[in-house]
């Protein structure tokens, strides 16, 4: 019914930038929240970010605030993750979700998920 996907991570160095994007496709008008999460090797899925479609309501994991910014653009169904001041504990594959509500919160409701990609930071 909906289908996902991520592109734009990549290996930088420590302190460095990456902007990830989502395309979302197919019956979309009833998932009001889009957004991130991210696993990291011998961890659980965590939440990062996301944003209703119209862009009033954000939230942001207390690990990336400050650093990741969510943004949208309706026209072109795809939301950006942009990622600055990188950190090595930032690497993990990084996947995208939508929702009908706030992926804050588990359970409840359909989640769709791409198929994700890789973040890779240096020391």
């Known amino acids: 019914q909906v289908q996902l996907v991520e592109s734009g991570g990549g290996l930088v160095q420590a302190g460095g930038s990456l902007r990830l994007s989502c395309q979302a496709s197919?019956?979309?008008?009833?998932?009001?929240?889009m957004g991130w999460f991210r696993q990291a090797p011998g961890k659980e899925r965590e939440f990062v970010a996301d944003?209703?479609?119209?862009?009033?309501?954000?939230h942001y994991s207390d690990s990336v605030k400050g650093r990741f910014t969510i943004s949208r653009d309706v026209a072109k169904n795809t939301v950006y993750l942009q990622m600055n001041s990188l950190k090595p504990e930032d690497t993990a594959v990084y996947y995208c979700?939508?929702?009908?509500?706030?992926?804050?919160?588990?359970?409840?409701?359909?989640?769709?998920w791409g198929q994700g990609t890789q973040v890779t930071v240096s020391a």
């Open positions: 979700a939508t929702a009908s509500t706030t992926l804050t919160v588990v359970g409840g409701r359909v989640v769709y």
């Open positions: 944003t209703s479609w119209s862009g009033s309501n954000t």
């Open positions: 197919g019956r979309t008008s009833s998932y009001y929240f």
